[in-house]
């Protein structure tokens, strides 16, 4: 089964930084984006960041300018360096990958078990 394994969770103060990171384990035939999502108490869950297989990028409104996703393939890790942090960055992180496996046709999305940011004002 596919396992991501998320780390570098933790407290910052508002303006600092962390860097997030994703390894990723399992097999899957085809890999078509990964990418990181986040979810506060009472809120639903939304998609910071993704990075295709291409090298193609997204970013959710507010997150842009400050958040950069990145990957490094050899370790088959991604990245999430979050910079400029603020209060409303506190949420729980988690890593995605959005694959085939098998003898599937259509992608599915795999997650990890999630990290903690707290952002302090």
């Known amino acids: 089964q596919v396992r991501l394994v998320e780390s570098g969770g933790g407290l910052a103060q508002a303006g600092g930084s962390l860097r997030l990171s994703c390894a990723a384990s399992g097999s899957i035939r085809r890999v078509d984006a990964m990418g990181w999502a986040r979810q506060a108490p009472g809120k639903e869950r939304e998609l910071v960041a993704r990075?295709?297989?291409?090298?193609?990028?997204t970013y959710t409104e507010s997150v842009k300018g400050r958040f950069t996703i990145s990957i490094d393939t050899a370790k088959n890790t991604v990245y999430l360096q979050m910079n400029s942090l603020k209060p409303e960055d506190t949420a729980v992180y988690y890593c995605?990958?959005?694959?085939?496996?098998?003898?599937?046709?259509?992608?599915?999305?795999?997650w990890g078990q999630g990290t903690q940011v707290t952002v302090s004002s």
């Open positions: 990075i295709s297989s291409a090298g193609s990028t």
């Open positions: 995605n990958i959005r694959g085939v496996r098998g003898s599937a046709l259509l992608p599915s999305d795999y």
